[in-house]
């Protein structure tokens, strides 16, 4: 047994289970954005990653985990896109069906991208209790497996696999900086990382109009997630129950950004670095760039997880 719902043990079974099914991600780097930041950052590119983000990887390794009695009655969650277009395709590769619960406030191209993987999108209004209350009731039409978008056992190791090939191609980094909404990716790259290398410093990044993880690190316990307002859409959601234990023991900080230091931040990364990215992956990038991070002492090789690309080219910020 473990403290955690996911241990390094989890992790390398989960990478053993989607390999050949999950991409392999780059690893990138940026002179211009190394001098700005004033250490060197590596950043491991999800947004290569199959349906655009790192999402696909606790995706893939959780909808090949069902049973197949289980398989069988499909899957279900609620997504405001990302984790929705990775159990789309996640489940296509698989031959299920899968019913996600989407907001009607998320972003066209990624509602798009799941019909197109052939998934069925049923839609609701924006809360977080109007997503649950939705799928609640598409899991009783249809009896389908749920899926937490991030508190979720496997869905947390399939994460993690992001740390173990960043490790595997950057060894001796000094901290990885990862983004922060329900805490899926950070605590599966917090779990992974500090087992292969102890003494490694995580850190998460948060927009400041959505800073419930910032607010629960420094009260000690979880703050819930109201009125979230931020570009980053994908940061928009509380902790979870599973997520938190390992934020609250392995994260070391929480980086809090401003909407101009996003957009900022992803601006240079498509000018200067060519890395095409959402706003919720420029958060990473922004804290890095954040003069509490940069004052920072003993860092200077930083592992930057930069979480997805799937970007509204209608509506960018600039």
Request: aromatic share 4%; with cysteine.
């Amino acid at each position: 047994m473990t403290r955690y719902a996911a241990d390094l043990a989890a992790v390398r079974d989960a990478a053993a289970r989607i390999a050949g099914r999950a991409r392999r991600t780059p690893v990138a780097t940026c002179a211009t954005l190394d001098q700005l930041a004033g250490r060197s950052l590596f950043f491991k590119c999800e947004q290569y990653q199959k349906s655009g983000s790192f999402k696909f990887r606790g995706a893939c390794n959780a909808v090949m985990k069902l049973s197949d009695a289980e398989a069988a009655r499909g899957v279900a969650t609620h997504s405001s896109g990302n984790f929705a277009q990775a159990v789309a395709l996640a489940a296509r590769a698989r031959g299920i069906a899968a019913h996600l619960v989407m907001p009607k406030s998320a972003p066209v191209v990624k509602r798009r991208a799941v019909e197109g993987y052939g998934a069925r999108v049923v839609p609701c209004a924006t809360a977080l209790e109007a997503r649950e209350s939705m799928l609640a009731q598409v899991l009783a039409e249809t009896g389908a497996s749920a899926l937490h978008p991030y508190d979720h056992a496997d869905v947390i190791a399939g994460q993690g696999t992001a740390a173990l090939e960043l490790l595997e191609e950057v060894p001796d980094l000094d901290a990885i900086v990862a983004p922060v909404g329900g805490g899926g990716l950070l605590s599966g790259i917090a779990l992974a990382a500090t087992e292969l290398r102890p003494g490694i410093r995580i850190f998460g990044a948060e927009p400041q109009g959505a800073d419930d993880a910032a607010r629960s690190k420094q009260a000690g316990h979880i703050i819930p997630m109201t009125a979230p307002d931020s570009i980053a859409d994908g940061l928009l959601t509380s902790l979870g129950e599973l997520t938190w234990p390992v934020l609250r023991d392995r994260v070391e900080a929480i980086v809090t950004v401003g909407e101009a230091e996003i957009v900022a931040a992803m601006r240079l990364a498509w000018e200067r670095g060519k890395l095409l990215i959402e706003p919720s992956a420029a958060v990473a990038l922004a804290a890095v760039l954040h003069l509490s991070f940069r004052a920072l002492h003993g860092i200077e090789r930083v592992g930057v997880v930069l979480s997805g690309g799937n970007v509204d080219l209608d509506r960018l910020p600039w």
